[in-house]
């Protein structure tokens, strides 16, 4: 990866424990005495600034859930007579291949990236040249046969969704469409912010959630609170690493 490029980062003093997700934005500011706020769901105005989305997430921030989901997945594994380096491996919602590269640390077999932002597959290029054995920019939903036909042909053992689950940016139906194209008895990990699997919850996706780890489509063999990031005020906020094995296919 080429030297990440050091950026002017302002955290606002604004509490948004209160608020959604989606409202919490950063400031940029650049050599001229300019500034722009920035959202932190606006992936694409990230990915397009080379270094800043390392330097608010995973060094500001302190984000952890590539490497924590990871290795994880490989001790589960391990656990079940397994190895994650004998994987052929679907990251869904690649982003800019930080799961991908802490996947490619345990040397999985294959591994493939697939991302709705055109983006994120040009920083990933930019960034992380060579990591994927193939990385397509695309709505997996879509109706797009020739991308559905080119993905089953990897024969994906073991799928991994990190950070991308239950705030718009992968609906229930685009993660349906990603565990499907795992075979029978392969491998699922995903991470998920703690409160979607709260009993309070009674939201479309956290129904989803919920009934997927039931029992029905995968057998679960290990579900973990842990520390995803801090806040902008500094707390930590806490996600759930869910990994497990896929029983059947999962229908609507």
Same mark, same amino acid.
């Given at each position: ?29 650049? $050599?001229?005495?300019?500034?722009? @706020?920035? =959202?932190?769901?606006? /992936? !694409? %105005?990230? +990915? *397009? ?70 983006? $994120?597959?040009?920083?990933?290029? @930019?960034? =992380?040249?060579?990591? /994927? !054995? %193939?990385? +397509? *920019? ?82 679960? /063999? ?31």
């Amino acid at each position: 990866m080429p030297p990440i490029q050091r950026h002017r980062i302002r955290l606002p003093d604004v509490d948004f424990s209160r608020k959604l997700e989606s409202d919490v934005y950063f400031m940029l500011d650049d $050599a001229d005495g300019g500034s722009r @706020r920035i =959202r932190f769901h606006d /992936y !694409d %105005a990230i +990915y *397009a600034v080379p270094g800043l989305y390392e330097q608010i997430f995973y060094e500001r921030l302190k984000c952890d859930s590539p490497r924590f989901l990871a290795q994880r997945l490989e001790e589960v594994l391990a656990a079940a007579g397994d190895d994650l380096n004998r994987q052929r491996v679907f990251d869904f919602g690649a982003g800019n291949g930080m799961m991908g590269e802490a996947l490619a640390h345990h040397g999985v077999s294959r591994l493939v990236g697939l991302d709705i932002s055109a983006a $994120a597959e040009s920083a990933l290029h @930019r960034d =992380r040249p060579g990591l /994927y !054995d %193939a990385y +397509y *920019a695309a709505d997996i939903t879509g109706d797009a046969p020739s991308l559905r036909e080119a993905l089953r042909r990897w024969h994906f053992t073991c799928l991994t969704t990190v950070a991308a689950l239950g705030y718009h940016d992968i609906p229930a139906a685009a993660f349906r469409e990603a565990f499907n194209l795992v075979g029978d008895g392969g491998w699922i990990a995903f991470n998920i912010k703690e409160t979607f699997l709260g009993e309070s919850d009674d939201s479309g996706f956290a129904v989803f959630i919920k009934r997927l780890i039931a029992g029905e489509f995968l057998q679960l /063999y290990h579900l973990e609170r842990y520390r995803h990031r801090i806040s902008i005020e500094g707390n930590p906020l806490y996600y759930c690493a869910v990994i497990g094995r896929k029983l059947a296919p999962l229908v609507a």
